[in-house]
């Protein structure tokens, strides 16, 4: 779906399609400021997803933040899989800023969440590596098994045969009683 300015970039040939692509970019990571307009209205304490404040934060091991709840349940799990496996729990992602998901939308456009929709923007999800990431290995297998008791889930999405398939990607759904 080319928009008029793609369009006539094309028509007068003023830059390339690798620097449309980059003046794209600069164009949605300048739209920062206006992204809560992008998010829903609702949101989490009053804030957008990507915009919420570090205040709301709290860091998890791995240097990573989530929100609060979700990092107290995160610290659980991790617990848990320790004594398990004898090892710490891999983090490789968790909280996005919005600015950091437009950016990771341009890297990574098959991949990445629209900004203002990925649940990493809510502090909820999680990506996890160290065998974690692979289906059916012991450690994915432990966490189906063991994880939605703390509070988290691979989503149906994500699942094997889903339509994404991202096995280690994990979402905080809360604690039921």
């Known amino acids: 779906m080319p928009s008029r300015l793609t369009s006539w970039i094309r028509r007068h040939r003023v830059i390339s399609s690798a620097g449309a692509v980059v003046l794209f970019g600069c164009l949605v990571v300048g739209a920062t400021p206006y992204a809560a307009v992008l998010t829903t209205a609702e949101g989490w304490q009053g804030y957008g997803n990507g915009l919420m404040p570090a205040s709301k ?21 991790a617990d848990a899989y320790t004594a398990h496996f004898h ?9 996005r800023p919005w600015r950091v998901q437009a950016l990771l939308l341009i890297r990574k456009p098959g991949l990445a969440a629209v900004p203002g929709t990925s649940n990493h923007g809510w502090g909820q999800a ?16 432990w966490m189906l098994a063991n994880a939605p008791a703390y509070g988290w889930v691979s989503p149906d999405w994500a ?8 096995p280690w990607h994990w979402e905080f759904q809360g604690v039921t009683p």
């Open 87 to 95: 090892t710490r729990l891999c983090i490789t992602d968790s909280y």
């Open 126 to 141: 999680v990506d996890l590596c160290d065998g974690i990431n692979d289906y059916g290995t012991p450690e994915h297998e």
């Open 57 to 77: 934060l709290c860091r998890v091991p791995g240097g990573q933040k989530l929100r609060c709840d979700a990092a107290a349940a995160y610290k659980s799990l």
């Open 159 to 166: 699942r094997q045969g889903g339509p994404r398939q991202e």
